[in-house]
């Protein structure tokens, strides 16, 4: 079992939809959670990071981390074209400054 | 110059061949970090530097090593390189500190084929 599940599944959805993202994971030490955005042919960049259980909001994106259940979430209000990217959830231990990453969903919005 | 910078951004090698991947850390930054990311797959851990040590290395083996330098520029050496190590490489630079993790910052990565 890996550390860290993402389902790589591909999402399409039309602009304005809600999108819906999440992770699992199995080592109950990762205490820090980020989300990840990848433009095709970049490296990723930072959208969110949280430490606790609970939602923490930054415009229209949402993370949400339920670590009794070792479960995340992102999700995107509102999805714009510009959102078309690969998503990748990423974690951290205490102490430890290597990512652990999921295998990314590709989203797309359509105009 | 801000952001991390990478080159080369393409590179292609025949199988057996040796390649230097080169890395230009966020200024402020100390900690560089090298990932693997295949086709369709997360990033994977390669091994990190802190004050030109290595701090820390994931599942790869010796064939694949590292030197940070005093401006805390870094580079991951190949050898011996099979087709498995066709990749997308990422470096990242960041601060040592528990403050650090949002400053975690990638570059735009080197893509290597190995033919």
């Known amino acids: 079992q890996k550390e860290v599940e993402q389902d790589p599944g591909p999402l399409s959805v039309p602009e304005g939809a809600i999108v819906s993202l999440n992770c699992t994971y199995s080592?109950?030490?990762?205490?820090?959670f980020m989300w990840y955005r990848q433009y095709s042919r970049k490296g990723p960049e930072l959208l969110m990071y949280t430490y606790s259980s609970g939602n923490k909001e930054d415009g229209r994106f949402t993370a949400q981390v339920d670590k009794s259940s070792k479960y995340i979430s992102l999700f995107i209000r509102d999805s714009q074209p510009s959102d078309s990217a690969t998503y990748l959830c990423?974690?951290?231990?205490?102490?430890?400054?290597?990512?652990?990453f999921g295998k990314g969903n590709q989203v797309v919005v359509i105009p | 110059e801000t952001g991390v910078t990478q080159s080369p951004t393409h590179l292609i090698k025949t199988r057996g061949q040796q390649v230097t991947l080169r890395c230009s850390s966020q200024s402020g930054h100390n900690t560089v970090s090298w990932y693997q990311q295949a086709l369709g797959q997360g990033p994977q851990f390669i091994f990190q530097?802190?004050?030109?040590?290595?701090?820390g290395r994931g599942n790869f083996p010796p064939r694949f090593s590292g030197l940070q330098f005093p401006n805390y520029s870094s580079e991951l050496n190949v050898n011996a390189l099979e087709l498995d190590d066709s990749a997308l490489y990422l470096c990242?630079?960041?601060?040592?500190?528990?403050?650090?993790?949002?400053?975690?910052?990638f570059g735009s990565g080197t893509r290597l084929t190995v033919v």
């Open positions: 530097y802190y004050r030109e040590e290595e701090n």
């Open positions: 990423a974690m951290i231990r205490r102490g430890n400054n290597r990512l652990a």
């Open positions: 990242a630079s960041s601060l040592a500190s528990a403050q650090g993790l949002d400053s975690y910052t």
């Open positions: 080592n109950s030490a990762f205490q820090y």
